[in-house]
Every structure is written in structure tokens, then in C-alpha cells.
């Protein structure tokens, strides 16, 4: 199984302030890789897939970037509405995998 | 508009088979590149994929549950339904299914559906 390692597992910051959410998997996974926030108590929202295409309808303060095996997840001008848990998962292979997440609080 | 909604006993024995159906509308698994897929997360834990179908029927599962899983479909109704047997209290959880297209990520979830094993 392709392991996917999150960092950092927890994480407070500012409003207004970039933050930058890493995920490293075990082996290339030719930018197969998805990102999801979810918010205590509800489904994850798909923002990123592909490694850096933006899903419908997510702001565009949210970026993705990366390739090979490490993949990043970027925050501009952080909004009280982002507080939440994140999540990356490859699906490059079977079977998938996910992150063990990081959650995102203010400061 | 696309939605998706689990529905399963909510509560079970050890021992016994847990069996969920997945709703959907607003998109057919009958659509090239279409698939629906099912992910559990247990209380306060990360997120583990269970197993994928797809339009045309294959299937994949993961292999931690070793052979505990199937995955079926009915494409005329919309739904997509999952069966776990030898159920045991490690496997209380909540169990999305979400669908997605061309295998790039889950883009729409269901609102889960938490299943609780206990004696």
C-alpha cells in the first residue's frame, strides 16, 4: 500500500495568513492525489484533485501544488470559514489511501 | 444537482453482515467513467477507503478487510450498496459513499451513516 504522511497534525494561525498543509506518499504517484476539508460533524468537500486543479466552486485562495511524492496544499489569506480538518488522499493505486489529516484552528 | 445518501441498520452485533445502500441522483453509474465509492471514518479517526465500483462493474476492494467486503450496484434504481460481514466492534464507524468521475477523487459525499457494533 502506498502510505501518505501529513504534516503538521495540528495547526493555528491568523486570519489573513498563508498556511501550507504538506502530504508525502511512499512512492510517485504521478500527482494522483486528492485534497478534502471537513468541518466537525460533516462530510469532506473535495477541493483539489489531480495534485492542482481546483474543484468547482472552491475559492480560489485554495492552491495545490507538487509531484513525484511530495504534494502541498496552500491557504491564501486564511478565513474563519477554513477552520477544519484536512485531508490528502492518492488515488494513483489501489487501494487508496488518505492522510491522517491536519487540523486547522485561529490563532 | 448531485446527491448521494447512505441508509443502513445503524446498529448490529458482532458477527453479524452490515449492509448499506448508496442513493444517488443527479448522475448515472451507468456513465462512462463513472464510480461510486464507500469510505468509513470511525469517531474522532482518519478517513480509510473500503471499495470502488464502477460503471462497468469492475470492482476493487481494500484488501485490509481481506474478503469481508462486496460491492454491487443497481443502475435502473440509482444505487450502489456494500456489504461487510463478520462485523466486529473495530468496525464502528460512519460510512460515506461518494461518487466520482474518472477515478480523480470523491467530488460528492453522502452525509454518512453511523453504524455502531455492539453486544
Known amino acids: 500500500d502506498i502510505q501518505m504522511t501529513q504534516s503538521p497534525a495540528s495547526l493555528s494561525a491568523s486570519l489573513g495568513e498563508t498556511v501550507t498543509i504538506e502530504c508525502r506518499a511512499s512512492?510517485?504517484?504521478?500527482?494522483?492525489l486528492a485534497w478534502y476539508q471537513q468541518k466537525p460533524g460533516k462530510s469532506p468537500q473535495l477541493l483539489i484533485y489531480?495534485?492542482?486543479s481546483l474543484h468547482t466552486g472552491v475559492p480560489s485562495r485554495f492552491s495545490g501544488s507538487g509531484s513525484g511524492t511530495q504534494y502541498s496544499l496552500k491557504i491564501n489569506s486564511l478565513q474563519s470559514e477554513d477552520v477544519a480538518s484536512y485531508f490528502c488522499?492518492?488515488?494513483?493505486?489501489?487501494?487508496?489511501?488518505f492522510g491522517a489529516g491536519t487540523k486547522l484552528e485561529l490563532k | 444537482q448531485v446527491t448521494l445518501k447512505e441508509s443502513g441498520p445503524g446498529i448490529l452485533q458482532p458477527s453479524q453482515t452490515l449492509s448499506l445502500t448508496c442513493s444517488f441522483s443527479?448522475?448515472?453509474?451507468?456513465?462512462?467513467?463513472?464510480?461510486v465509492g464507500w469510505i468509513r471514518q470511525s469517531s474522532g479517526k482518519g478517513l480509510e477507503w473500503l471499495a470502488n465500483?464502477?460503471?462497468?462493474?469492475?470492482?476493487y476492494y481494500n484488501p485490509s478487510l481481506k474478503n469481508r467486503l462486496t460491492i454491487s450496484k443497481d443502475t435502473s434504481n440509482n444505487q450502489a450498496f456494500l456489504k461487510i460481514t463478520n462485523m466486529d466492534t473495530a468496525d464502528t464507524a460512519t460510512y460515506y459513499c461518494?461518487?466520482?468521475?474518472?477515478?480523480?477523487?470523491?467530488?460528492?459525499w453522502g452525509q454518512g451513516v453511523m453504524v455502531t457494533v455492539s453486544s
Open positions: 443527479g448522475f448515472s453509474l451507468s456513465t462512462y467513467g463513472m464510480c
Open positions: 488522499q492518492q488515488y494513483y493505486d489501489y487501494p487508496y489511501t
Open positions: 512512492e510517485d504517484i504521478y500527482n494522483g
Open positions: 465500483i464502477w460503471w462497468n462493474d469492475d470492482k
Open positions: 489531480n495534485a492542482n
Open positions: 461518494a461518487r466520482s468521475p474518472r477515478g480523480a477523487g470523491f467530488d460528492y
